[in-house]
């Protein structure tokens, strides 16, 4: 077989997928306009549930309570948030009016470098918008702050799928459709990244649906990743630590006796490499209940029992 037959049957093949993700997602993914004071913004939101809720960024519905969302087909519904979380960047909203099924929402803990994803959304204003690519990275972190607290958003994805203004909210999926991720920024040319839809999203969805709100518990630190050294790391079990970079003052990390260049090795004996793994030992059961925390400082095991408070934005 020559070789432009070859590459005209990978094409083939790419573009049936692609078309068969774009039928799939595009009468479910819904352009969403917002109304607020200060005037109106726009987004997309992907069908959630079969009782009309859809999931989007927080920093779409940042700036008002409801707006209208419009479908492929020309449905338009009103809605109203019923919640959202900024230090995710995602919200719920629910729509007055039934809404087409729900898609299939895959595990983006699965997907690898070099997956084939597609976009489903509304850049500037062109509703129903496809665009394909791949994964360019994972494991990132994208930095989020409230005007009391900052967090990092975890494992988030990054793409060369064409994302622009608009995207925000859409629906990333994997090559069998399934919404594996919500777009939430364009980082650069060619560069757009997507919050992960994984089982520690899924929490932080339902806390939305249910509670309005996700509640986390707060130690007061900054941190970040460290290497251990050859010694270190074959004494203890692991590579990395987390380094304290900052206690607050006041803070349950303070009363605890957790000061600046501790490395954090592990929370009730489970080992933590990064920032993320620290966050996801502070959801809402974490609040008020004492926590181990086993830090190295000046080549001593050190234990110190930190209780977090609730974070409040």
Aim: aromatic share 2%; hydrophobic share 45%; glycine share 12%.
């Amino acid at each position: 077989m020559e070789n432009d037959e070859v590459d005209a049957g990978a094409m083939d093949v790419y573009s049936a997928i692609v078309t068969s993700v774009a039928e799939r997602l595009t009468p479910r993914v819904a352009a969403l306009s917002v109304r607020s004071s200060r005037g109106e913004s726009g987004g997309s939101a992907v069908v959630l549930t079969g009782e009309s809720h859809l999931v989007t960024n927080a920093h779409v519905v940042a700036g008002g309570d409801r707006g209208t969302a419009e479908f492929a087909d020309g449905t338009v519904a009103g809605f109203e948030v019923v919640g959202r979380d900024p230090l995710s960047d995602l919200a719920v909203v629910r729509a007055d009016r039934p809404l087409p099924a729900p898609p299939e929402f895959g595990d983006a803990d699965r997907l690898r470098v070099g997956s084939l994803v597609v976009a489903v959304g509304n850049p500037l204003g062109l509703a129903g918008t496809v665009t394909a690519g791949v994964v360019s990275a994972l494991g990132r972190s994208m930095p989020v702050r409230t005007r009391r607290a900052g967090r990092l958003i975890e494992d988030v994805i990054q793409t060369d799928a064409a994302l622009n203004p608009g995207n925000s909210g859409g629906a990333l999926a994997d090559s069998r459709g399934r919404v594996v991720g919500i777009s939430t920024a364009v980082a650069g040319v060619g560069l757009g990244l997507a919050v992960p839809v994984n089982a520690t999203t899924d929490r932080i969805i339902h806390a939305l649906m249910h509670d309005g709100r996700v509640r986390r518990g707060y130690l007061g630190l900054v941190s970040t990743p460290a290497p251990l050294t050859p010694v270190q790391a074959d004494r203890f079990g692991q590579r990395t630590a987390l380094r304290i970079v900052e206690v607050v003052e006041n803070s349950p990390a303070a009363r605890s006796g957790l000061k600046a260049a501790d490395l954090v090795l592990a929370v009730d004996g489970v080992p933590l490499g990064d920032a993320q793994s620290l966050q996801k030992r502070l959801f809402s059961d974490s609040i008020g209940r004492p926590m181990e925390v086993t830090v190295l400082r000046n080549g001593a095991l050190v234990d110190a029992v930190a209780v977090p408070d609730e974070l409040s934005d």
